[in-house]
């Protein structure tokens, strides 16, 4: 006779370790847990909370210039590695886990205008205010051995930029015009010059590594193609641009810090209007920086702030500050995504935490877990008043704040007066210009 | 006139020996003869001029030798500027204009140039000029502009990969991570050669068998084996052998076990109980199957003659003779004797004709014993493979499905064995046994692809047989041991006959053991059973209800067991069962004095509560309680109220005294009233219109709103979509693990501590180049494929879950 019992399989009760929690069987009855949308809305909004709590991007400030950080470029390979380039001349070169200064050599005279590392991190070399392009090892050197540039070449005028090919063994500077140099020769492969003007910067695009993008003084902004003898088109702004930075996961997107405030994002293919108009700066924005995932940039401005905004969105999603930071003038975002590099006026380099309330070091798989409802939840109830409050919530110096509010009065103000305007004037001959196509004034062929 | 000779000759030269050559050749063929003949023509031109020109100098340096002064000229090295200026074409001739007729002058002997000459004479004619160029700055525009839409156009190949990242659920960076984990062999050797003459032949014989290097490892062959049988063939197959192996130990182990039995009496009693069994069996396959008791005659037939040939139960045996000398003195050894030549008689005994048929007994020790034994033992010991359906024990069920053919043979293989073996043929027995299975199989797999290409029967027969079987079951009680009923059955279609047959047997099985028929009864009992027991008391009032439920019960179980499903009266009793539940709750209606005003709305309250008289003492108290409270009618009262305030109300905006006399006793004049008063729209249904016994409040509340949103946020595009979006959980308390874990994934996965590099072609491109690597006959199949590939095949088939696993790790990235 065969005896029926019950039985269960013990994988369904058993742990597979002691470390292991215990398995808890489950009953998803929705009778049974009721309130869902309440509830979760509780969680959301501590979690909110929360994420607010321990908002504490400041890690560390690495002093050690002697007068105030002009540019700053990342190890190409090294992630705890960052070079700086003061306005005395003076490249430092940092450890950032350490949080210390690994090497430090007079470059230039005067300041130095910009730097870049070469793509294969051996290398790097820096552009001052004495007219020379000057080409250093990464590697320090060793004992008892001067402290000498692999290469240096003597310019006509001053070079006010410098970028490296991502893969070739090309760099770019600008200056007076837009030179392209081979790193075997001591004279550039191509001059780009349209018109009478002075370059303040220049980028190779990242992915379509042939194409480059200036800022000039005359307010445009001028696209080339290294392969082209000429440039390929010229935008001009109300205002100058003081940097820009390709998108490095898009190809034909940049977006350019503007004397103006506010930052544009352009279609390479369509300069007739910015794509987005990123506004909440309350100076000038001096330097900005993708990140490398592609999907934020920084930008530092001379209202002693940086910000961090979504690259499809208008408004910054995080303002930092601290109160002994002054202008801001160079930013760089680290290559794995994570942290954000300041270099500002009073000689300090500042690392910051991409994401404010980010918890750092390794993160158990609940951890991880936990950490993602969390975040799914504040999206979800981002809308709600109550979250939005203190989601979106920020202290701001006093400065920065008035200054926020005098120019939304003088915006509203403008825009009355327009209104008016309109309103008094025959139909149709005060036309609505949208505020992104106010900021370009024409596209140069 | 020399040279044209000379070229003809030149010609000719060429042209015959082509001809010679062959006859047959076609036009173009000719054509392009011609052609080079052309080329002949002008280079032995060339010759000639040549040829002339050195003669006359040569002509010139004997005649300039033949001076006396022998002043060796030196080589002139003239210069162009002398003759023609920088600026202009010529300085020299400046008054004469060069015409393109004089230029065209010196080609005019030749024949073949006739097309450019026309062309320049049409160009000599023309009397237009060409346009200026462009300015520097124009042309420079134009190529910017041209240069910008090429580099536009290059750079919009990346739309797609934006577009797409733009839209991913989830993107992780960096992105042309190497995938972690063992690699393929053929990705490890892509970049390696055969060298050795041992590694070329290798490869050499492994080209010659066509052996693909990628995804399916297989060879023509081997797939061509492999689609010989499906995966679901090969598995059934499969499971049958399992089957009929574990048959064959089960059947070995009783064998054995019976074997063991020294009690003669037990196999006495075996033996007559066989042939009990086998006269039965035969007598019922007289009637049922005439054809083949003929045919079991038959071999009895022969089996007689075997016997009578033989001396086997003659007593002329060693063993025989021994017992001979000891009959004397041993009484059981006489017996022994008399038992042999009593079993040579039976043996010898002509038969007579198969209706009296009787002697042939004992010989029937078949299959379908073994299927009445069988299931005991199967069930006994659990079988190894839950997955295998074979293994899962319910023979009974099975031992129907073969067709009639089958059905017979098994007692015709009883029959074939000649009784005399007895003892020592167990084995033997065993093994027929084993294959009498599997033909049992074949004939099963053959069944079932008939089934298959009948399609429509398939989905119903299992459920057809499971039916009858129950049908057996209830019945079975009856037929055992009444014939007349068995004759009626012979109508009843194929499977019903094999059914029954079924169920005789497990009738007979019940008889052995009665055990089992209880533990039927005990199964069909069990859901009441299981009823009683998973009740389950914790507090006194669950008591109280359960004793409630009993008395429900105790009503119920009578009515539906009496009356046939489907009519209405099964459904009454259920309703008062709820009433009854109910009771415990308190109806307004029977506690407040007061009668209500009865108002006739939509929607009128449907519980109606029969009085109890348990009940009735709290009532009354309760009634007490509340005399004089009408909580009904001021709920209604309260209610209309608030729709009268939601009313919109007149608005009278007569001003007395304006445009006529106004003052004590003055009224505004009605012209006056009607035109100043403003009526204002009926306000929108409230939302408690239908519902009588709520009142839903319509002022807008700031407490809530406070929590509330707003604007409808931007992807959304209704109202109820953001509210579906809120309204779905998706915490862990609500879902599944793995639901979480799709609806908590965040949009941007990073690596700790790994540079994530820009976006590049090859990310793209990749996988395209591994694809095309796949298509060419390459080298770098390399050895290490060699071993793989033979275990490969089946296990992709056998297990198609760990061949996906596989795939999914070696996904090329």
Not at chain 1, 395 to 402: E, G, R
Not at chain 1, 410 to 420: F, I, V
Not at chain 2, 354 to 376: I, K, N, T
Not at chain 2, 496 to 520: G, I, P
Request: hydrophobic share 30%; proline share 5%; with cysteine.
């Amino acid at each position: 006779m065969k005896v029926k019992v019950l039985c269960r399989n013990p994988d369904d009760y058993v742990r597979e370790t002691t470390k292991d929690i215990q398995r808890v069987p489950r009953n998803y009855d929705p009778s049974l847990h009721p309130f869902e949308v309440p509830r979760e809305f509780t969680r959301a909004l501590n979690a909110t909370k929360l994420e607010r709590v321990f908002a504490k991007p400041f890690l560390a400030s690495l002093d050690g210039h002697r007068d105030g950080v002009n540019c700053m470029a990342k190890h190409p390979t090294s992630l705890a590695t960052l070079l700086s380039g003061s306005c005395d001349g003076e490249v430092k070169m940092w450890n950032l886990t350490n949080r210390e200064c690994t090497r430090t050599l007079q470059a230039h005279e005067g300041f130095v205008r910009g730097m870049c590392a070469r793509f294969c991190g051996t290398s790097f070399f820096t552009v001052g205010d004495d007219k020379t392009i000057k080409q250093w090892k990464m590697e320090a050197p060793s004992y008892g051995e001067e402290e000498e540039p692999l290469n240096t070449i003597l310019g006509k005028a001053v070079y006010t930029g410098i970028d490296h090919h991502w893969k070739e063994g090309i760099f770019a500077t600008c200056g007076q015009q837009v030179d392209i140099w081979d790193e075997q020769k001591s004279s550039p492969i191509r001059t780009f010059s349209w018109g009478v003007d002075s370059f303040s910067s220049v980028r190779f695009n990242p992915v379509e590594t042939h194409l480059l993008a200036s800022c000039a003084s005359d307010r445009s902004i001028v696209l080339y193609d290294m392969r082209e003898a000429t440039p390929l088109k010229k935008v001009i702004m109300k205002l100058r641009s003081n940097t820009l930075c390709w998108n490095p996961m898009e190809a034909f997107h940049f977006t350019c810090a503007n004397e103006d405030y506010n930052l544009y994002t352009f279609d390479m293919r369509r300069l007739d209007a910015p794509k987005i108009v990123h506004m909440d700066h309350v100076s000038a924005v001096l330097d900005l920086d993708y990140c490398p995932t592609g999907t934020e940039f920084v930008s530092a401005s001379f209202d002693k702030t940086v910000r961090i905004f979504p690259k499809d969105q208008g408004r910054s999603r995080e303002v930092y500050h601290t109160k002994r930071m002054q202008h801001v003038i160079c930013v760089k975002w680290s290559s794995d995504s994570k942290y954000i590099l300041t270099g500002s006026d009073e000689m300090n380099i500042r690392l910051w935490k991409a994401k404010a309330s980010e918890k750092l070091g390794v993160l158990s798989q609940r951890e991880k877990a936990a950490l993602d409802y969390s975040e799914k939840l504040k999206e979800k109830f981002q809308h709600h008043p109550q979250v939005r409050r203190i989601a979106r919530h920020r202290h701001l110096p006093k400065a920065v704040y008035s200054l926020s509010k005098e120019l939304h009065v003088m915006k509203e103000a403008r825009r009355r007066k327009e209104r008016n305007v309109r309103k008094h004037s025959k139909p149709g001959s005060v036309p609505v210009v949208t505020e992104k196509e106010k900021h370009v004034v024409t596209v140069v062929k | 006139m020399a040279k044209k000779r000379n070229v003809e000759k030149s010609a000719d030269t060429l042209k015959t020996p082509s001809l010679t050559v062959a006859q047959t050749v076609e036009d173009e063929d000719e054509r392009e003869l011609f052609k080079v003949d052309d080329a002949v023509i002008s280079a032995s031109e060339d010759e000639g001029g040549s040829d002339d020109e050195r003669k006359h100098r040569k002509l010139l340096d004997a005649i300039s030798s033949l001076g006396g002064k022998k002043r060796r000229k030196l080589a002139e090295r003239s210069e162009a500027s002398a003759q023609i200026s920088e600026f202009s074409v010529s300085a020299e001739g400046a008054g004469e204009k060069i015409t393109l007729g004089d230029l065209l002058g010196t080609i005019e002997k030749t024949a073949v140039i006739t097309k450019t000459k026309k062309q320049l004479k049409n160009l000599q004619n023309r009397s237009d000029t060409l346009e200026l160029p462009l300015s520097r700055k124009q042309t420079e525009k134009i190529q910017r502009e041209v240069a910008y839409g090429k580099s536009s156009e290059e750079i919009s190949s990346w739309q797609g990969v934006v577009l797409r990242n733009q839209k991913a659920e989830q993107l992780v960076f960096p992105l042309n991570q190497e995938p972690s984990g063992p690699k393929r062999v053929e990705q490890v050797v892509a970049g390696w050669k055969a060298q050795t003459p041992l590694e070329q032949e290798i490869f050499n014989l492994l080209r010659m068998n066509k052996q693909p290097v990628h995804d399916p490892v297989l060879t023509p062959t081997e797939e061509a084996s492999l689609k010989a049988m499906s995966l679901e063939e090969a598995k059934i197959r499969r499971a049958e052998l399992q089957k009929a192996r574990a048959l064959q130990s089960y059947y070995e182990a009783k064998a054995k076990r019976d074997k063991k039995i020294k009690s003669k009496k037990y196999h006495r009693v075996l033996n007559k109980a066989k042939r009990k069994e086998f006269l039965k069996e035969f007598e019922e396959m007289r009637k049922t199957d005439p054809a083949s008791a003929l045919e079991e005659l038959e071999k009895m037939e022969l089996a007689r003659m075997q016997e009578r040939m033989s001396l086997k139960h003659q007593n002329s045996g060693k063993w025989a003779k021994s017992r001979a000398i000891m009959a004397k003195y041993d009484n059981e050894a006489r017996k022994a004797m008399q038992q042999q030549l009593e079993v040579n008689k039976e043996l010898t005994k002509k038969l007579v004709i198969p209706s009296e048929s009787r002697d042939e007994e004992g010989s029937e020790e078949g299959p379908e014993e073994a299927a009445v034994a069988l299931p005991d033992f199967v069930n006994d010991v659990q079988p190894a493979d839950a997955t295998n359906p074979w293994m899962m024990g319910k023979l009974t069920a099975e031992a129907p499905e073969p067709a009639e053919g089958s059905d017979i043979e098994p007692p015709a293989e009883g029959v074939q064995q000649p009784e005399n073996q007895e003892d020592g043929t167990d084995e033997e027995e065993v093994i027929e046994e084993e294959e009498v299975l599997l033909r049992e199989f074949e004939e099963r797999r053959k069944l079932r692809q008939s089934e298959k290409g009948d399609r429509d029967l398939v989905p119903v027969m299992p459920v057809e047989r499971e039916e009858i079987v129950n049908e057996k079951d209830a019945t079975g009680v009856v037929e055992i041991s009444e014939d007349e009923e068995e004759e009626e059955e012979e109508e009843v279609s194929e499977f019903n006959s094999l059914f029954q047959k079924l169920a005789e047997k497990e009738q007979e099985a019940a008889m052995d053991a009665e055990t089992t028929n209880s533990a039927k009864v005990e199964d069909h009992e069990e859901p009441a059973l299981l009823e009683e027991g998973l009740t389950r008391l914790r507090t006194l009032e669950d008591m109280d209800l359960l004793s409630q439920e009993v008395s429900v019960e105790m009503d119920e179980p009578a009515a539906l067991s009496t009356e046939t499903p489907g009519s209405e009266e099964t459904t009454i009793p259920q309703p008062s069962k709820k009433k009854k539940r109910k009771k415990n709750m308190i109806d307004c209606n029977e506690v407040l004095t007061k009668e209500a005003k009865v108002i006739k709305i939509p929607l009128a309250p449907t519980v109606i509560e029969e009085e109890e008289e348990n009940e009735e003492v709290q009532k009354m108290i309760i009634k007490e309680a509340f005399a004089g409270d009408d909580v009904i009618s001021d709920f209604l009262k309260e209610k209309r109220k608030l729709e009268e305030a939601g009313k919109p109300k007149v608005v009278d905006l007569t001003l007395p005294g304006w445009g006529e006399w106004g003052g004590l006793g003055l009224k505004p004049s009605r012209n006056k009233r009607r035109r100043f008063r403003v009526k204002a729209d009926p306000p929108p249904p409230r939302q408690d219109k239908n519902l009588p016994s709520v009142i839903i409040s319509e002022k807008r509340n700031s407490s809530i709103t406070v929590h509330q949103v707003g604007q409808l946020p931007f992807p959304f595009a209704s109202p109820e979509q953001f509210e579906s979006c809120i309204r779905t959980p998706i915490g862990n308390t609500w879902n599944t693990q793995r639901t979480v874990q799709k609806l908590t994934a965040p949009k941007v996965v990073t690596q700790m501590g790994a540079i994530i590099e820009p976006i590049t072609k090859e990310d793209f491109i990749k996988g395209k180049t591994l694809a095309t690597t796949g298509k060419q006959p390459d080298i770098s199949l390399s050895a290490g494929k060699g071993p793989n590939r033979g275990s490969k095949g089946p296990q992709k088939k056998g297990h198609p879950k760990r061949s996906q696993q596989k795939k999914t790790k070696n996904k090329p990235k």
